[in-house]
Nanobody, 127 residues
Framework: QLVESGGGLVQAGESLRLSCVASGFRFDDYAVGWFRQAPGKEREFVAA????????NYADSVKGRFTISRDNAKNTVYLQMNSLKPEDTAVYYC??????????????????????WGQGTQVTVSS
Protein backbone atom coordinates (compact mmCIF):
# COMPACT_ATOMS: atom_id res chain seq x y z
CA GLN A 1 0.00 0.00 0.00
CA LEU A 2 1.20 3.47 -0.88
CA VAL A 3 0.07 6.51 1.06
CA GLU A 4 0.67 10.07 -0.14
CA SER A 5 0.53 13.19 1.96
CA GLY A 6 1.55 16.82 1.83
CA GLY A 7 -0.85 18.28 -0.70
CA GLY A 8 -2.63 21.55 -0.15
CA LEU A 9 -3.53 25.01 -1.42
CA VAL A 10 -0.68 27.43 -2.08
CA GLN A 11 -0.09 30.58 -4.08
CA ALA A 12 1.99 30.70 -7.23
CA GLY A 13 5.70 30.77 -6.44
CA GLU A 14 5.36 28.89 -3.17
CA SER A 15 6.53 25.37 -2.32
CA LEU A 16 5.12 22.06 -1.15
CA ARG A 17 6.67 18.73 -0.28
CA LEU A 18 4.78 15.53 -0.99
CA SER A 19 5.56 12.27 0.77
CA CYS A 20 4.90 8.68 -0.26
CA VAL A 21 5.22 5.92 2.29
CA ALA A 22 5.04 2.21 1.50
CA SER A 23 3.48 -0.13 3.99
CA GLY A 24 3.91 -3.88 3.79
CA PHE A 25 6.97 -3.80 1.56
CA ARG A 26 10.22 -1.92 1.09
CA PHE A 27 11.11 0.12 -1.95
CA ASP A 28 14.51 -1.58 -2.35
CA ASP A 29 13.74 -3.32 -5.67
CA TYR A 30 11.32 -0.74 -6.99
CA ALA A 31 11.14 2.28 -9.16
CA VAL A 32 8.92 4.90 -7.56
CA GLY A 33 7.24 7.58 -9.60
CA TRP A 34 5.08 10.63 -9.12
CA PHE A 35 2.28 11.28 -11.58
CA ARG A 36 -0.43 13.91 -11.70
CA GLN A 37 -3.83 14.28 -13.20
CA ALA A 38 -5.68 17.53 -13.74
CA PRO A 39 -9.45 17.64 -14.36
CA GLY A 40 -10.25 16.57 -17.91
CA LYS A 41 -6.68 15.57 -18.65
CA GLU A 42 -4.79 12.30 -18.80
CA ARG A 43 -2.51 11.20 -16.01
CA GLU A 44 1.00 12.41 -16.73
CA PHE A 45 4.49 11.60 -15.52
CA VAL A 46 6.18 14.04 -13.16
CA ALA A 47 9.30 12.39 -11.73
CA ALA A 48 10.68 9.00 -10.76
CA UNK A 49 13.57 7.39 -8.94
CA UNK A 50 15.10 3.94 -9.09
CA UNK A 51 15.44 3.25 -5.40
CA UNK A 52 18.56 1.09 -5.42
CA UNK A 53 20.55 3.29 -7.79
CA UNK A 54 19.17 6.69 -6.91
CA UNK A 55 18.79 7.48 -10.62
CA UNK A 56 16.13 10.10 -11.21
CA ASN A 57 14.25 11.46 -14.21
CA TYR A 58 11.81 14.32 -14.63
CA ALA A 59 9.19 15.64 -16.98
CA ASP A 60 10.45 18.67 -18.88
CA SER A 61 7.68 20.77 -17.38
CA VAL A 62 9.05 20.36 -13.86
CA LYS A 63 12.81 20.19 -14.40
CA GLY A 64 14.63 22.68 -12.25
CA ARG A 65 11.59 23.19 -9.98
CA PHE A 66 10.78 19.73 -8.60
CA THR A 67 13.13 17.31 -6.89
CA ILE A 68 12.44 13.67 -6.10
CA SER A 69 14.37 12.10 -3.24
CA ARG A 70 14.24 9.08 -0.98
CA ASP A 71 14.83 8.27 2.68
CA ASN A 72 15.91 4.68 3.13
CA ALA A 73 15.36 4.61 6.88
CA LYS A 74 11.79 5.85 6.51
CA ASN A 75 11.05 3.91 3.32
CA THR A 76 9.68 7.15 1.95
CA VAL A 77 9.89 9.03 -1.32
CA TYR A 78 9.52 12.79 -1.41
CA LEU A 79 8.63 15.25 -4.13
CA GLN A 80 9.85 18.75 -3.32
CA MET A 81 7.96 21.21 -5.47
CA ASN A 82 9.28 24.76 -5.70
CA SER A 83 8.18 27.76 -7.73
CA LEU A 84 4.74 26.26 -8.14
CA LYS A 85 2.56 27.45 -10.99
CA PRO A 86 -1.22 27.34 -11.46
CA GLU A 87 -0.69 24.75 -14.18
CA ASP A 88 0.78 22.41 -11.55
CA THR A 89 -2.68 22.09 -10.03
CA ALA A 90 -3.67 18.41 -10.07
CA VAL A 91 -4.11 15.30 -8.00
CA TYR A 92 -0.65 13.87 -7.44
CA TYR A 93 -0.19 10.11 -7.25
CA CYS A 94 2.67 7.99 -6.05
CA UNK A 95 3.26 4.73 -7.93
CA UNK A 96 5.70 1.85 -7.74
CA UNK A 97 6.88 -0.97 -9.93
CA UNK A 98 9.39 -3.76 -9.44
CA UNK A 99 12.58 -3.36 -11.44
CA UNK A 100 15.75 -5.34 -11.91
CA UNK A 101 18.31 -3.24 -10.00
CA UNK A 102 21.10 -4.55 -12.18
CA UNK A 103 19.44 -3.53 -15.43
CA UNK A 104 17.18 -0.57 -14.75
CA UNK A 105 18.82 2.78 -15.48
CA UNK A 106 15.90 5.11 -16.04
CA UNK A 107 12.44 4.62 -14.55
CA UNK A 108 9.50 4.31 -16.90
CA UNK A 109 7.39 7.40 -17.55
CA UNK A 110 4.32 5.38 -18.52
CA UNK A 111 1.52 5.10 -15.95
CA UNK A 112 0.64 1.66 -17.34
CA UNK A 113 4.06 0.37 -16.33
CA UNK A 114 3.37 0.84 -12.62
CA UNK A 115 1.66 -1.80 -10.53
CA UNK A 116 0.95 -0.06 -7.25
CA TRP A 117 -0.73 3.28 -6.74
CA GLY A 118 -1.62 5.53 -3.86
CA GLN A 119 -4.93 7.28 -3.41
CA GLY A 120 -3.63 10.67 -4.50
CA THR A 121 -3.22 14.03 -2.84
CA GLN A 122 -4.63 17.30 -4.16
CA VAL A 123 -2.29 20.16 -5.01
CA THR A 124 -3.93 23.47 -5.86
CA VAL A 125 -1.89 26.50 -6.90
CA SER A 126 -3.69 29.83 -7.05
CA SER A 127 -2.51 32.72 -9.20
Amino acid sequence: QLVESGGGLVQAGESLRLSCVASGFRFDDYAVGWFRQAPGKEREFVAAVIWSRGNTNYADSVKGRFTISRDNAKNTVYLQMNSLKPEDTAVYYCAARIVNPGLAVVASTLPSAYDYWGQGTQVTVSS
